[in-house]
């Protein structure tokens, strides 16, 4: 089983800051991995697939690289509505695997 | 506008079962993967079982293999989940997800809560 690990566990910056956020695999997934964001009592949205790309509808505030084991998602300039948890998700094999998710608040 | 309506959930007593299900439209649902996501109350997000579109492949996560079933029925457009012998821990929020071109997910339900407690 691949074992994602997310860094740091919660971040705290001001609105108009640059977040960025770490996700590593046990093993390498290639650019097999996503990003989720969700808010509390919301369904996760899906923000970055295949490491990279911009899902549908995202701002270009949200951006991903990274690949094989060294993830990382930053967020060029933090918005009040970006203040939530983070998960990345590997889908190069099953069990397709989440990390722990990083809070990032204010 | 794609939509996934999840069902099911409920209290249910230490060793029963369940039978989950979401009902999805806005989209070709026989052409698109699914998945069942869960998340327990205030911890992060566990992914638990995924189906190919034409329902030939499957996988489930360790936690829940040999004690679940996921399903579909494309004339239907309907996803399933069965759980048996439900421990305390199977407690979360189940949410279906719709897989995209590969087996991540695109859109999510709005999810359905089990409680599994005697």
């Known amino acids: 089983e691949i074992v994602l690990t997310q860094s740091p566990g919660t971040l705290s910056l001001s609105p108009g800051e640059r977040a960025t956020l770490s996700c590593r695999a046990s093993q390498s997934v290639s650019s097999y991995l996503v990003w989720y964001q969700q808010k509390p009592g919301q369904a996760p949205r899906l923000l970055i697939y295949g490491a990279s790309n911009r899902a549908t509808g995202i701002p270009d505030r949200f951006s991903g690289s990274g690949s094989g084991t060294d993830f990382t998602l930053t967020i060029s300039r933090l918005e009040p509505e970006d203040f939530a948890v983070y998960y990345c998700q590997q889908y190069g094999g099953s069990p397709f695997t989440f990390g722990p998710g990083t809070k990032v608040d204010i | 506008e794609v939509q996934l309506l999840e069902s099911g959930g409920g209290l249910v007593q230490p060793g029963g079962s369940l039978r989950l299900s979401c009902a999805a439209s806005g989209f070709t649902f026989s052409s698109y993967a699914m998945n069942w996501v869960r998340q327990a109350p205030g911890k992060g997000l566990e992914w638990v079982a995924a189906i190919s579109g034409s329902g030939g492949t499957t996988f489930s996560a360790d936690s829940v293999k040999g004690r679940s079933t996921i399903s579909r029925d494309n004339s239907k457009d309907t996803l399933y989940l069965q759980v048996d012998s439900l421990r305390a821990e199977d407690t979360a929020v189940y949410y279906c997800?719709?897989?995209?071109?590969?087996?991540?997910?695109?859109?999510w339900g709005q999810g359905t809560l089990v409680t599994v407690s005697s």
């Open positions: 997800a719709k897989g995209s071109s590969s087996w991540y997910n695109d859109y």
